[in-house]
């Protein structure tokens, strides 16, 4: 048991990375990877929401629409109950526990419509996951995004410096570049199955 | 007519969504693996992106401001549930190489983000007109990347083989990092030719473009850090 949950947690973050393997969460992964500390900042709140958003929309789902029928309802109910616990959140975090809200605060909004969260919440329902299972792949694309985006942080500030030829400035470079840390992540094949054993 | 004209025509070329705005990256990258799911890909966003750019239109005078977004949301996730359902039954195939895409249309930003930029403020056949260009404009650069994705990475192309490359694909272009790649160069070509014409590059504005714009922190932060 143990064992399974551990082996979704580390195919989540290593051979079925959520950025780099899945291209969900692109436009954060190249729009907010500038600097170091934001990275890590909108990474934090990313896992944060993604586990709250599987805890809440597993009970919807499995009581309210598997039980009714209404499996066709799954799209519009998750991005509904997501968009919505995100400005919930946002509201009890500036009034309670306002140091997580400094730190958090400011990446709540921008989560809503990331394609990351409502993507994790629609492959579990896929996979067929339980309660346990959901919530470690959950909290394991959070963990992978948050790779990703920091070491892509780190790979763009050493771009930085360098001397890039004209044509491929801006956009092209980080493309070829995040191509590049998305081919190391290929070394992890079969990693997760052989660790086991 | 000549408006309807530009409307249209301005999603093609000039203000092509994925290859001058940098919109919907995701699905650009996750569904090129072969010309068919981005051909599918194209076609429904397309759909859902008229459907609603329609309803909106029509209803942009009884939604409230306040919660405009939420709305918005709504109607476009009716229209990707109505997509998903007719995919499912008639198109079974297409329904599994899509995937989890499929539902994910939801949160694609190029729908979201002509609602807010044009539907919410435009006539009906206006609004209808410039879906209709902009997802032109999506499956056009999305046949692209696919096409070149699947000739080099599996020797096919709609899958009949391509003469040489059949005996020899080159498998990391359907790969992840394949699309990576396939999408940079393509975007350094782009803006090569843009600049020719003397138009600005294309840059990541994600950001600018996205209809979270007003009220994000992050943006509000880096203008008072650039004031």
């Known amino acids: ?197 | 007519m000549a408006k309807l004209t530009k409307e249209f025509s301005k999603g093609i070329i000039a203000e092509n969504p994925v290859l001058r705005l940098v919109l919907g990256t995701c699905p650009t990258l996750a569904t090129t693996t072969s010309v068919e799911s981005a051909i599918g890909m194209g076609l429904a966003a397309s759909i859902v992106l008229v459907c609603s750019n329609i309803v909106i239109s029509a209803l942009r005078k009884v939604i409230p401001d306040k919660v405009r977004i939420p709305a918005y949301i709504v109607v476009i996730a009716s229209f990707v549930t109505i997509v998903q359902m007719a995919v499912k039954a008639f198109l079974p195939s297409l329904d599994e190489q899509l995937g989890v895409y499929l539902p994910l249309i939801v949160v694609n930003c190029i729908i979201l983000g002509r609602a807010e930029a044009f539907a919410g403020k435009n006539p009906v056949l206006a609004s209808a007109v410039d879906g209709l260009g902009m997802g032109v404009g999506f499956t056009a650069a999305l046949f692209l990347m696919g096409a070149v994705r699947e000739i080099f990475g599996a020797g096919t192309f709609l899958g009949t083989g391509v003469p040489f490359l059949e005996s020899n694909p080159m498998l990391i272009f359907i790969l992840p990092p394949g699309g990576f790649f396939v999408y940079g160069i393509l975007m350094a070509a782009v803006n090569r030719l843009a600049e020719k014409k003397g138009k600005p590059r294309a840059e990541l504005r994600g950001c600018e473009a996205c209809p979270m714009a007003q009220s994000c922190a992050i943006r509000k932060t880096d203008k008072e850090a650039a004031e």
């Open chain 1, 1 to 197: 048991m143990t064992k399974e949950l551990f082996s979704i947690l580390l195919t989540a973050i290593l051979t079925q990375n959520f950025v780099l393997a899945k291209f969900l969460g692109i436009c954060p992964f190249l729009g907010v990877s500038k600097k170091l500390n934001t990275a890590v900042g909108m990474s934090a709140a990313v896992i944060f929401v993604m586990a709250l958003a599987t805890a809440v929309t597993y009970p919807i789902n499995k009581f309210l629409l598997v039980k009714n029928d209404l499996e066709y309802l799954q799209t519009i109910v998750f991005i509904l109950v997501i968009a919505a616990l995100v400005q919930l959140v946002e509201i009890i975090l500036k009034k309670y526990i306002p140091a997580l809200y400094n730190a958090l605060g400011i990446y709540l909004p921008l989560i809503t419509t990331n394609c990351a969260v409502l993507g994790v919440v629609i492959l579990n329902v896929d996979e067929g996951y339980n309660f346990a299972q959901s919530m470690f792949s959950s909290v394991g694309a959070g963990l992978g995004f948050m790779l990703a985006m920091v070491m892509f942080a780190g790979v763009r500030e050493r771009l930085e410096s360098c001397d890039i030829p004209k044509f491929m400035q801006g956009l092209p470079i980080t493309l070829v570049a995040a191509s590049l840390v998305s081919v190391s992540f290929l070394g992890f094949t079969g990693i997760v199955e052989n660790i086991f054993a």
